[in-house]
């Protein structure tokens, strides 16, 4: 109807100038009066230029398969610009995540994770509590905020970087109950948790309450 149609309009045109002041001078496009004006090429600009085409996949599923069944190559980009982002915002990170370039089984994800968080791993927790083709266990970006005095007990998030279609199946991820059974930690981690698109106000909710963490959108 008409006047469902003009609402969502005004919705669009709203988030749009939402998203300008919160980006700020990051911001690649204007809205000026009816139109919105790119003011920056995407190659100078391919960080949004990447979130704006895998959240694309989500609306979009069948020109989405064009780019073929296999989204390992995306999921390590997005994983990479996660690491890199939550550094720039200050944060001491360590990647995980596996992926071709990267194959590593959970006995050496785990004693990583543990040695970049100054913690112990846990006497027999691997073969006891995961598979051995468990990988990185969910755990894609370790994020902490590391004191001068070379202890554990520091703010810590377990992050899962979901960039494809199916990011609510990932909410739950990464199991902080099984990293409980592997790192002895000082004080345990909480969930962190990336995706490549922006989250309206109730599906951000919605999701806040299963990630029981930060929401990095």
Not at 39 to 45: A, E, T
Not at 100 to 109: E, P, S
Not at 176 to 193: A, E, I, M, T, Y
Request: aromatic fraction near 12%; hydrophobic fraction near 40%; glycine fraction near 10%.
């Amino acid at each position: 109807k008409q006047d469902m149609a003009s609402t969502r309009i005004g919705d669009a045109w709203a988030e749009l100038r939402r998203r300008m002041g919160l980006l700020g001078d990051g911001c690649p496009f204007e809205v000026n009066g009816s139109r919105v004006v790119r003011v920056v090429r995407w190659r100078d600009n391919s960080a949004y230029a990447f979130c704006v085409m895998t959240s694309l996949q989500a609306c979009y599923r069948s020109w989405a398969r064009t780019f073929g069944a296999d989204y390992t190559a995306q999921g390590e980009l997005f994983e990479r610009l996660t690491e890199e982002s939550l550094a720039f915002d200050g944060w001491t990170t360590h990647r995980t995540g596996w992926s071709r370039t990267k194959m590593q089984k959970i006995t050496g994800v785990v004693s990583s994770v543990a040695a970049h968080i100054e913690e112990e791993v846990m006497a027999n927790g691997i073969p006891r509590w995961t598979k051995e083709e468990a990988n990185e266990a969910g755990l894609d970006v370790v994020c902490s905020r590391p004191f001068g005095d070379g202890r554990g007990g520091r703010p810590l998030y377990f992050v899962q970087c979901a960039s494809g279609a199916n990011w609510e199946d990932k909410l739950h991820t990464p199991d902080l109950n099984v990293w409980g059974k592997l790192v002895d930690f000082s004080n345990p981690p909480l969930r962190g948790f990336a995706l490549p698109f922006a989250l309206l106000e109730q599906s951000f909710r919605h999701a806040s309450v299963k990630v029981q963490g930060v929401i990095w959108d």
